[in-house]
């Protein structure tokens, strides 16, 4: 099948805003986990799950504006955070394995979005430039 057999409401490159439909699905689940963990601090009184859910904020906006600093931060914030899963006990770890997936692996996909290749400028020569 050819692309331009392909309806135009299925390219699933870059939606009406720019931004690829991975980061859209990162951003949605990211936004699941942070009003979970928003729902978990309130029923817990735990201050640790609210830094916790500000820190998801704080990479919800990041991401959404296509920030450098949120793509680094959320790779180290998805690896460090199965580490220590891990270290509390195996389903913990594989619980938060799981949910850091679902978030990390759209936004991996996504890496030309947040790192776009830079345009060299041409510097031919050309008889209108001489």
């Known amino acids: 099948m050819s692309e331009q057999n392909i309806p135009?409401?299925?390219?699933?490159?870059?939606?009406?805003?720019g931004k690829p439909l991975e980061v859209w699905i990162a951003l949605g689940a990211l936004t699941f986990i942070t009003l979970l963990q928003i729902?978990?601090?309130v029923s817990r009184n735990s201050g640790g799950l609210f830094v916790g859910a500000l820190c998801n904020m704080a990479l919800i906006v990041g991401l959404?504006?296509?920030?450098?600093?949120?793509y680094v931060v959320l790779i180290v914030f998805s690896i460090g955070g199965a580490v220590v899963a891990?270290?509390?006990?195996?389903?913990?770890g594989l619980v938060v394995l799981l949910l850091n997936a679902v978030v990390l692996v759209p936004i991996l996909m996504s890496t030309r979005f947040f790192f776009p290749r830079e345009q060299k400028p041409d510097l031919r020569l050309t008889m209108k430039s001489i």
Request: hydrophobic share 40%; glycine share 8%.
């Open 39 to 41: 729902i978990a601090a």
């Open 86 to 92: 891990f270290g509390n006990s195996v389903q913990k």
């Open 64 to 70: 959404y504006r296509g920030h450098k600093w949120a």
């Open 8 to 17: 135009e409401s299925f390219n699933t490159e870059v939606v009406a805003t």
